[in-house]
């Protein structure tokens, strides 16, 4: 079965630090990565995905991953957050056997940027 | 476009009443279905998902149950409610494309609080 672990549970930042959240998942076979965001009384929303071909994701608002098959990672960054980045973060694998049912979600990572 | 409708949005009910939460999906056909919990720090747990009317898998054992009437209708129910199952539950729905791979969509919430 997949398993997704987050390295922080809260990350503290100020406006304009540049931003890397780490995500890696154990899972032999194909996958698909995602990342989620969630702000403060809001659902949860996609910020960026892996599929297939490029391993460098661009997402929205500036948002960027890397798939590292070989580290089994799928790390979110950003050059330059803003006080509107603060948010959770929740990196999530999908197996593509099985008929791909199954998403799995890492406990999340709490992004705090101060002004 | 597609759009996932959950509710109700907040409940309070007493030990030992019953639930239904429920979810609906528009603007597509024959969805993956889930019902995931969501508590803090922890992450997003899947409780059951379904590939179709009448066919629902369940991840983990516990108090609660779910069904699929219509193809676009997911339904979280208790005959029981316990104060543990207090929490915040999230419907949501995968498409698959073949240029894209799997995504996973998600409703607003529900907030149970038990007492």
């Known amino acids: 079965a997949q398993s997704v672990s987050q390295h922080n549970h809260h990350v503290i930042l100020s406006e304009a630090a540049s931003l890397e959240l780490g995500c890696n998942y154990s899972?032999?076979?194909?996958?698909?990565l995602f990342w989620y965001v969630q702000y403060p009384g809001q659902h949860l929303q996609l910020l960026l995905k892996y599929f297939s071909g490029d391993p460098l994701v661009k997402g929205i608002k500036g948002f960027e991953a890397e798939f590292i098959k070989s580290k089994f990672s799928f790390n979110l960054r950003k050059p330059s957050v803003q006080w509107s980045d603060t948010a959770e973060y929740f990196c999530a694998v999908n197996a593509l056997d099985n008929y791909g049912q199954n998403f799995v979600f890492g406990p999340g990572t709490r992004l705090s940027v101060l002004p | 476009s597609q759009t996932i409708h959950q509710w109700p949005a907040t409940l309070v009910q007493p030990v030992g009443s019953p639930l239904s939460l429920e979810c609906t999906v528009e603007g597509t056909s024959n969805p993956n279905l889930y019902w995931y919990r969501q508590a803090a720090g922890r992450g997003l747990q899947l409780l059951f998902y379904s590939v179709g009317i009448g066919q629902i898998s369940s991840e983990v054992p516990q108090n609660l149950s779910a069904s699929r009437p219509q193809d676009r209708q997911f339904i979280l129910s208790s005959k029981k409610l316990l104060l543990s199952d207090s929490g915040f539950y999230l419907c949501?729905?995968?498409?698959?494309?073949?240029?894209?791979?799997?995504?996973?969509?998600f409703g607003e919430g529900s907030w149970l609080t038990v007492v």
């Open positions: 949501a729905w995968s498409s698959w494309g073949a240029d894209s791979g799997n995504t996973i969509y």
């Open positions: 899972y032999g076979g194909t996958v698909n």
